[in-house]
């Protein structure tokens, strides 16, 4: 299955932007199931510790999924989700 990471999203309830690993905050690293192979996508929450990222991901992952950029299809199911303060791509 192919492996693309999008660093970028919108949420709704959580604050999200691109971020550098020099910069403070928490990546939430969605595993996903969809028609198109696409198997993970990565928000930046800048100013988020990792306490905060796992105290409100769970709901905010609607918002996230429904606010993520044309190549994350409308079909994506989360099969799991994780808080991490290193970027997917060094291993987070």
């Given amino acids: 299955m192919k492996r693309e990471i999008l ?12 971020g550098s690993e020099q910069d403070q905050g928490a990546f939430l690293i969605l ?10 996508y990565t928000t930046f929450n800048p100013g988020i510790d990792i306490d905060d990222c796992k105290k409100t991901a769970e709901a905010a992952i609607p918002s996230i999924l429904a ?26």
Avoid: H, M, Y
């Fill in 7 to 18: 660093v970028c999203g919108l949420s709704a309830l959580i604050i999200t932007a691109c």
């Fill in 31 to 40: 595993e996903l199931d969809n028609s198109a192979g696409i198997d993970q």
């Fill in 67 to 92: 606010a993520a950029p044309p190549p994350i299809p409308k079909d994506s199911r989360v099969k799991s989700w994780r808080c991490s303060v290193t970027p997917p791509e060094k291993g987070g």
